[in-house]
């Protein structure tokens, strides 16, 4: 509420839609518990690459203990083909048409292309089960990144959830999104820049996650390390 100023009060919101580990560079955030809801409030929560990236069988939702009222699931569920879905309380969903007053369509709902790529991505995913290396492979490249922030004198913090994180340019730790609104967004588009020199084409904001995908090996990975080594190098440098 705080970030509005003042100009909204919890009386003015019909619920909060909360991305506790969206693909913005703030996972690790928030500790949703403490959102201020009422019982008129919504918690709508997860995004479906939380779901994908984290692990199917234990969605955001049950990583952080969350029982939101409505789940909703974007476009990452086609399986690259644009695609939604939400579902939740039954007193919820018989409010949606055909069975309540409240319409909803879209021109690509149900569309069948995408149907099928979502279900064929859960299937391999179901027979492949990658989230523990997606996961080691995560956890590589966070230590890595840390250790080159570390070695080269550099404030940052490297903020991880499975195979997402983002390298934020802060001298203390992020915990909120007041504290990650003070990185040095400057820092990071002179970083940016000296990465892609060398090969590795980061997302070009600081408040976006680097994501990594089972075809990221360890050598992969290492070249990344050391590409950010090199560029932190001459970071300090200049």
């Known amino acids: 509420m705080e970030e509005f100023g003042g100009h909204i009060t919890r009386e003015d919101l019909a619920g909060y839609k909360v991305y506790r580990t969206e693909g913005m560079g703030i996972e690790q955030l928030h500790p949703i518990g403490t959102l201020p809801l009422t019982p008129v409030q919504l918690l ?3 995004n479906y690459r939380d779901t994908t990236r984290i692990d199917t069988s234990q969605s955001a939702q049950e990583l952080y203990g969350v029982t939101p009222d409505l789940t909703t699931l974007s476009k990452i569920l086609g399986g690259g083909f644009p695609s939604g879905a939400y579902g939740g309380r039954r007193d919820l969903m018989q409010r949606i048409a055909p069975a309540g007053p409240v319409y909803q369509a879209g021109t690509l709902s ?8 979502g279900a064929a991505t859960l299937s391999v995913l179901d027979l492949e089960r990658p989230w523990a290396v997606l ?3 995560g956890a590589r490249l966070e230590k890595g990144l840390a250790d ?3 070695a080269a004198g550099v404030p940052g ?4 959830v499975g195979s997402m994180g983002t390298a934020f340019f802060l001298d203390h730790e992020p915990t909120d999104y007041a504290s990650v609104k003070r990185s040095d967004t400057a820092r990071f588009g002179r970083f940016h820049a000296l990465m892609l020199e060398r090969g590795v084409y980061l997302p070009p904001s600081q408040f976006e996650a680097w994501f990594l995908s089972t075809q990221h090996d360890d050598a992969v990975i ?3 390390i050391a590409a ?4 932190l190098g001459v970071l300090v440098a200049a």
């Open 157 to 160: 913090h490297v903020s991880r």
């Open 228 to 231: 950010a080594q090199d560029a």
């Open 135 to 137: 996961d080691a492979k």
């Open 110 to 117: 149900g569309n069948p292309v995408a149907m099928a790529a």
């Open 44 to 46: 709508t929560a997860t």
């Open 222 to 224: 290492d070249q990344v």
């Open 148 to 150: 080159a922030l570390k």
